[in-house]
């Protein structure tokens, strides 16, 4: 059965570029993201690890470590990764786990046989300080991701789990927040500092300047 939000993502151990890793322990208590790719020296992949690397800086101000995969050895992302280096003009930091034993690409169910039997589909897992899955995605080999999306989405897993805070449709950074249901009308401002703007009993936004 394939893995759903709120489960426990599962543990291994790999080989990847900057060494062997229990991915538990590498997580530590950071928030996490594993992706994978269908395969090394493909170019969607080519760009996707390119833009990965262009916004390390952007995952590590999240608390977010970011690890890549796909079922190509060892050898072959080392022989890669110059190439992602010199399209992209970046240094690739970000490890890739060497899954030829498609250990992670069964655990997290990322071969869909009927799109491909042979290579894992493109799946991102974000997960959380506790280990559980808090988001899960999936896209056909041919088309890249969006890796700003990614970091909107983890703005909004952050606020809220930190601040009982949601984020409606096509929000973004700076934009108005919606105080979850769970949190009664009447103790957002001694919650949030802010009265929210009531536009139906169950729709109450505070502006994002309640978050530091
Ligand atoms: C790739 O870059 O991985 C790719 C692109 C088009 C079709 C299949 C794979």
Redesign the pocket.
């Known amino acids: 059965m394939s893995l759903r939000l709120g489960d426990i993502a599962p543990n291994f151990q790999a080989e990847t570029t900057k060494g062997h890793i229990d991915f538990h322990e590498w997580l530590g208590t950071s928030w996490g993201m594993l992706f994978s790719?269908?395969?090394d020296f493909?170019?969607?992949?080519t760009t996707e690890l390119g833009k990965t690397a262009l916004l390390a800086g952007e995952f590590a101000k999240r608390n977010t470590k970011v690890i890549a995969v796909s079922v190509d050895d060892l050898e072959s992302h080392n022989k890669w990764i110059p190439d992602i280096e010199d399209v992209n003009h970046i240094k690739v930091n970000v490890p890739i786990i060497a899954d030829e034993g498609r250990i992670v690409a069964t655990l997290y169910d990322m071969i869909h046989p009927n799109a491909s039997e042979k290579t894992t589909v493109r799946s991102v897992f974000i997960i959380g300080p506790d280990k559980k899955i808090k988001l899960t995605l999936t896209y056909p080999?041919?088309t890249g991701r969006n890796f700003n999306e990614l970091l909107r989405v983890l703005d909004s897993l952050q606020l809220a789990a930190d601040h009982s805070l949601a984020t409606p449709a096509d929000w973004v950074k700076g934009e108005n927040l919606i105080v979850v249901p769970a949190v009664p009308t009447d103790q957002i401002k001694g919650k949030y500092g802010v009265e929210p703007e009531i536009v139906k009993p169950y729709l109450r936004y505070v502006p994002a300047s309640v978050v530091k």
């Open positions: 790719h269908p395969a493909t170019p969607v992949c080999a041919s």
